[in-house]
């Protein structure tokens, strides 16, 4: 089992940015796969950025890609987010998720999740 808890979300204005934490608890953090997923309201839970277990390889959703910035300490289990440049589109349920197989975007290839942690942008 992985038990994964994010922080680090807010209010923020358009343009601004914020850093989001997913810090891993329980088996080893370092031999998974990681992701960032995030729902907004009334929509599906959609893929945002996705880390190989080394770190070696990040991929981004088209919608962040060029804004956000996907990484992760192996030392201090944890994963992170940064977001620059906010639009009120990114408003939504922030989520990491561990144990997708390569370069996994669907929410079924991923076997834990965390709580999520809200992040508003406003205009």
């Known amino acids: 089992q992985v038990q994964l808890v994010e922080s680090g979300g807010g209010l923020v204005q358009a343009g601004g940015s914020l850093r989001l934490s997913c810090a891993a608890s329980g088996r080893t953090f370092s031999r998974y796969n990681m992701g960032w997923f995030r729902q907004a309201p009334g929509k599906e839970r959609e893929f945002v950025a996705g880390?190989?277990?080394?770190?070696?390889?990040?991929y981004y959703a088209d919608s962040v890609k060029g804004r956000f910035t996907i990484s992760r300490d192996n030392a201090k289990n944890t994963m992170y987010l940064q977001m620059n440049s906010l639009k009120s589109e990114d408003t939504a349920v922030y989520y990491c998720a561990a144990g997708g197989l390569g370069l996994a975007t669907r929410l079924d290839e991923y076997d834990y999740w965390g709580q999520g942690t809200q992040v508003t942008v406003s205009s």
């Open positions: 880390i190989t277990w080394t770190g070696s390889n990040t």
